[in-house]
């Protein structure tokens, strides 16, 4: 195959791929917003209910990763047909379940068969679209990628507020089938893909638990680190440990085996091998910014679900005016230089974030989003276009599932991360503004007796005004340790952006074209 298959109907065939793609970018937070909501209507605590998002995780980041393998013995649409279709029913059926146990097993299957979407959807871009045309293709993939993270807690919380809980499964029915009719009707099987799958050598199971072990294990103990305490629990401990030696093992297996269920030498392209480390870091600040803010607002500005999502709405529409105008960028700018000024704006917009306050407004909310996804609109299609520019066609499927899970995995554990950090952060804060309320300190005194006079300009009398303005300032340290604790975290993610310039720096430069051979 030279390359890309003709066929008049480019565009369709990649926004009707990219729906799918979308709707499970999308589930990965549209349930975040819900899960008080699935709690109290299942009768357990919020802590069990994080679970739905866990057995999720853990079964799409394993399929992601052996999605090539899988595309290989059946195909590209057929796989995407197979994946798409699993994926409404498993929606349909998550979104009728009246007891716990029911959603976890659906949305494990969920997990299972969304796995497939996303690394498929853009193998299919590969193959269809030629070289110089895949850059603007990648552009309606990066709407999906970045804009449905986004968009999840906005629909989610819309959903959840005006009906129920339910809803947010049930809205991919249309979506899956509306795909699904679309795949049959527009893409065709290369006879390439034809010719792998009738070759295709036996299924390498051991390979596969490897998998599950490293990713499995990670994803769970990264979930619920913050819960047990993290490496002071014995259970996290373990999990980590399994998850060490599924990584150790199973690369150097994966990397000897005859036939490895994934071929993890497409890393011997420092192009790839460098993109896929950034849409990494990428999908860590992708997502751990996308939790932030919903979730400052919800926590320190009282805001509700759906308010809370659309404070990221916005950032949507600045994406989706600079993705073109990006496109046009690549055309006169090296690929390498593009990601280098995507890293360094998305960590000064991260450091401009470090300006949250108590009472903040929304449009303040509003700015902080939208520079982040300014910053953002830089790096998604020069990173995929970079990753693929020298990477044998054959390689696509393997390519493209395992750039997919560093996104999706790394990304996951970047929800973990900044959750893990703003609580941790917020005590250390506490502890160290505690120190200056001490009655010897002046300007403790100070702020006591501003409380007391301002209490009983309210009605108190003096004795109730005094025993009351402790406790006020006990408020004001907690929300005040809250906001310096979610502006460290901003500062964190900032620093780590950083990462994106050396490896941008490192992968060849000029613009992007096929390589020779193709």
């Keep these: 195959m030279s390359g890309a298959r003709s066929n008049p109907n480019l565009w369709l065939i990649a926004i009707v791929v990219t729906m799918g793609a979308f709707m499970e970018v999308l589930d990965t937070t549209i349930v975040n917003v819900a899960l008080p909501h699935i709690a109290g209507s299942l009768a357990i605590s919020n802590d069990e209910s994080t679970w739905s998002l866990t057995t999720y995780l853990v079964a799409n980041a394993i399929v992601l990763t052996i999605s090539g393998n899988l595309s290989m013995r059946l195909g590209q649409k057929n796989y995407f047909l197979l994946s798409i279709a699993g994926f409404t029913v498993a929606s349909f059926l998550c979104g009728i379940s009246d007891n716990f146990l029911e959603l976890l097993v659906f949305r494990a299957v969920q997990g299972f068969f969304g796995g497939g979407l996303q690394p498929t959807q853009q193998a299919i871009i590969l193959d269809t679209f030629p070289p110089e045309k895949r850059q603007t293709a990648f552009s309606i993939t990066a709407i999906a990628t970045i804009v449905a993270p986004a968009l999840g807690p906005v629909v989610g919380g819309y959903l959840t507020d005006q009906y129920s809980w339910h809803w947010i499964f049930l809205v991919n029915i249309p979506i899956g089938i509306a795909t699904f009719f679309g795949v049959m009707h527009l893409v065709e099987e290369s006879p390439e893909s034809k010719r792998r799958a009738k070759r295709a050598p036996p299924f390498d199971y051991l390979g596969v638990v490897f998998i599950a072990m490293a990713l499995g294990c990670l994803d769970v103990a990264t979930d619920r680190g913050e819960d047990l305490n993290w490496l002071g629990s014995d259970t996290i401990r373990i999990l980590y440990g399994v998850s060490l030696v599924g990584f150790i093992v199973g690369v150097v297996y994966l990397l000897n085996a005859r036939n490895p269920v994934v071929n993890l030498r497409v890393f011997r392209d420092r192009n790839f091998a460098l993109g896929t480390a950034a849409i990494g870091v990428m999908g860590f600040v992708l997502y751990a910014s996308a939790v932030i803010i919903p979730q400052f607002a919800q926590t320190e500005l009282s805001y509700t679900a759906t308010w809370a999502g659309l404070a990221l709405a916005p950032g949507a529409l600045v994406l989706i005016a600079l993705i073109p105008l990006v496109g046009r960028i690549m055309k006169f700018v090296p690929v390498k230089y593009v990601i280098v000024a995507g890293g360094l704006a ?138 310096l604790a979610y502006n460290d975290t901003f500062i964190i993610t900032g620093v780590l952006a950083l990462l994106l310039v050396p490896l941008g720096l490192f992968m060849s430069g000029g613009k992007a074209k096929a390589k020779s051979g193709e």
Excluded: C
């Excluded at 990304?411 to 010897?440: C, F, K, W």
């Excluded at 300007?443 to 005094?466: F, I, T």
């Design 346 to 483: 998305l960590s000064g917009a991260l450091f401009f974030s470090d300006n949250l306050v108590p009472n903040l407004d929304f449009y303040h909310l509003w700015i902080f989003r939208a520079a982040q996804t300014a910053a953002l609109a830089l790096l998604f299609v020069p990173i995929s276009t970079a990753a693929y520019v020298t990477l044998p066609e054959d390689e696509h499927g393997d390519g493209a599932a395992l750039f997919t899970m560093s996104r999706n995995v790394v990304g996951g554990i970047g929800i973990s991360v900044s959750t893990a950090l703003i609580t941790n952060h917020e005590q250390i804060r506490q502890q160290y503004l505690g120190e200056h309320l001490d009655p010897t300190n002046q300007p403790y005194n100070v702020l006591l007796q501003d409380l007391q006079g301002a209490a009983m300009s309210l009605g108190h009398a003096a004795q109730v005004a005094k025993q009351m303005a402790p406790g006020d300032v006990f408020q004001i340290l907690q929300t005040q340790s809250a906001v």
